[in-house]
């Protein structure tokens, strides 16, 4: 596990090799810690906007004695799986502006809610809570409903937003967001959760547009 004091120093060692400024954004438990949502994570989550800054940033990591790793290992045959390098039992997951079956798109990047500079080359760009949670039901992880709610718990969904981002994310052909959000807030509801009912008579609005859509093809 890694706490944030441990987090921060690696992206210091991190901003120190690199020779030229790189951008990313932090997702997952790396952004819940830097919002102070958890304690610790098992990996670190980032995304890259061009190959070329994520080539550089797993270039440092392996000068610090890292070592790569096959992303199949953790995540089968998804799609759009990240690169990964790891170092004891520190993993870190390096995506390129694809986190399986979400798009990280501009309007996500944009609704970023942070920014931090380390040793002057590495800009992290903390992700909203918003998108952390529906990049959550992606992976179909106890740790990952573990974390939803620690986002919901804190009354920091915004549902309009949610519900606005999944109709981006099937407009960018991502036609399983609604579905996968939808059997994920099923899973919380499960466990205690509240979810508003018009949530998810929204969602299964969108399924049926989809199903007319394909109908139609």
């Known amino acids: 596990m890694i706490n944030i004091l441990e987090q921060e120093k690696l992206f210091n060692e991190i901003g120190k090799i690199l020779d030229k400024k790189i951008e990313c954004f932090a997702i997952g438990g790396t952004a819940m810690m830097f919002l102070g949502l958890k304690d610790l994570t098992k990996d670190i989550d ?85 998108d952390i949670f529906l990049m959550k039901c992606a992976t179909e992880r106890q740790k990952d409903i573990d974390d939803a709610k620690a986002i919901l718990d804190k009354n920091l969904i915004k549902w309009d937003m949610i519900l606005e981002e999944v109709q981006n994310q099937v407009n960018h052909g991502k036609i399983r967001i609604a579905l996968d959000l939808g059997l994920f807030l099923e899973n919380l509801e499960n466990i205690g959760e509240k979810i508003p009912k018009e949530v998810m008579d929204s969602l299964f609005k969108i399924l049926e547009n989809q199903a007319k859509e394909r109908r139609r093809k």
Request: charged content about 25%; aromatic content about 12%; hydrophobic content about 40%.
């Open 46 to 130: 980032l995304v890259f906007l061009t190959k070329e800054d994520r080539e550089l940033w797993k270039k440092a990591a392996l000068s610090l004695g890292y070592k790569e790793m096959e992303s199949r290992i953790i995540y089968g045959r998804r799609n759009n799986v990240p690169d990964m390098v790891y170092l004891g039992d520190w993993r870190i997951d390096l995506f390129l502006t694809e986190v399986i079956s979400f798009s990280f798109s501009e309007i996500a990047q944009k609704r970023s809610v942070e920014v931090h500079e380390f040793s002057n080359n590495l800009i992290i760009n903390i992700a909203n809570p918003n």
